[in-house]
């Protein structure tokens, strides 16, 4: 993959600098296999609701951890010895990998984790976009000082 010199950006540009952070951080992804574990899915599920989909076979509730810091979501799974609670097996060939892992994921402005679910293998994690009351798109009537809603502009 190529690399891109960011660096003359960083110089003429003022309040970007979060943006030129995430081009880096997308650019440097991938490079590794390592990125490539857990494959996971990113599906829009609504106008402002998303759905980010983890493969976790052979992982459990306990061994996966989600945590939400600084607009980035962070999934991580590890599984532990049990201290000797299930007798251990001679495996002669293992397909099912079962290996440490942690994915994070940039997460826009006003983007809000919802909810989480582990079902068949696969860990489900819901977000929604909540974007505020004075965020969203007003119309201003020619002639007049009145605000109309956006709601009654699709009207």
């Known amino acids: 993959m190529r690399q891109?010199?960011?660096?003359?950006?960083?110089?003429?540009?003022v309040g970007f600098d979060r943006i030129l952070s995430l081009l880096d951080q997308v650019a440097g992804a991938g490079s590794d296999g390592?990125?490539?574990?857990?494959?996971?899915?990113i599906e829009r599920t609504g106008e402002n609701a998303y759905r980010i989909t983890v493969a976790v076979a052979g992982f459990g509730e306990e061994d996966l951890s989600i945590e939400i810091k600084e607009n980035a979501l962070l999934i991580r799974g590890s599984k532990e010895g049990k201290g000797g609670l299930?007798?251990?097996?001679?495996?002669?060939?293992?397909?099912?990998?079962?290996?440490?892992?942690?994915?994070?994921?940039?997460?826009?402005e006003h983007v809000e984790v919802t909810g989480a679910s582990l079902r068949n293998g696969l860990l489900h994690v819901?977000?929604?976009?909540?974007?505020?009351?004075?965020?969203?798109?007003r119309r201003i009537q020619i002639g007049g000082a009145k605000v109309v809603e956006a709601s009654r502009q699709a009207a």
């Open 126 to 137: 819901e977000l929604v976009r909540q974007i505020p009351e004075a965020q969203k798109p």
């Open 86 to 108: 299930e007798p251990k097996a001679e495996i002669l060939y293992q397909g099912i990998a079962a290996r440490a892992f942690e994915r994070r994921f940039q997460l826009a």
């Open 34 to 41: 390592a990125a490539a574990y857990p494959p996971y899915n």
């Open 4 to 13: 891109f010199d960011l660096s003359p950006l960083y110089r003429s540009t």
